[in-house]
């Protein structure tokens, strides 16, 4: 019995020394360099359905949310698994915005305020146009709430900001509405 045991022990000790082994290292193509060197937003694939940044990115219309993405760091974040249902303005919905607005939330000294903005258009679940209920309540991300209104089956956010088409996405849902959602002001 005794015998046996040290066999096997030996096999699982040679087993683990010949993984370590220097010799047999891995070959990386270029793609799967680029993803060792940064998030999952680094990987390059174009069979699988896109990411809610993805989306956004292969949209003409959503250039200013996605740049803005970009300036508050929150690409790797919104890259991740999700679930994310991400409302995302279109750039007429942020041309809206008073004279000034965006150009000055994209300083780098305004970082903070960009993100609470854009993580006020995210939710922490993958829900359908058809999911949302006329008075419900919903826990963004940045820890607001942004309030629901369905009127012969159209979805408005905040009494502002309707929902204009869904795209689905790997990680998610992507609305995209036709109103920026600005976060109350904080007393």
Do not use: W
């Amino acid at each position: 019995m005794k015998t046996m045991i040290r066999l096997f022990l030996l096999t699982i000790l040679s087993g683990l020394i010949s993984c370590n082994d220097s010799s047999t290292t891995q070959q990386r193509t270029p793609e799967t360099q680029s993803a060792t060197q940064g998030g999952q937003e680094n990987v390059n694939d174009t069979i699988s359905q896109k990411n809610v940044v993805k989306v956004a990115l292969g949209s003409k219309d959503h250039t200013t949310m996605v740049a803005a993405i970009k300036q508050a760091d929150l690409v790797t974040s919104l890259s991740n698994a999700g679930p994310f249902t991400v409302f995302a303005p279109t750039n007429a919905a942020f041309d809206a915005l008073p004279k000034g607005t965006v150009e000055n939330l994209m300083k780098p000294e305004e970082k903070e305020d960009l993100q609470n903005i854009l993580q006020y258009h995210v939710l922490l679940s993958a829900m359908k146009a058809e999911s949302f209920q006329d008075g419900q309540t919903l826990g963004m991300v940045n820890g607001d709430n942004v309030t629901v209104s369905v009127k012969d089956g159209k979805v408005t956010l905040n009494n502002s900001a309707h929902i204009l088409a869904s795209i689905p996405a790997s990680n998610g849902i992507v609305h995209v509405i036709d109103s920026v959602l600005l976060p109350p002001v904080k007393k």
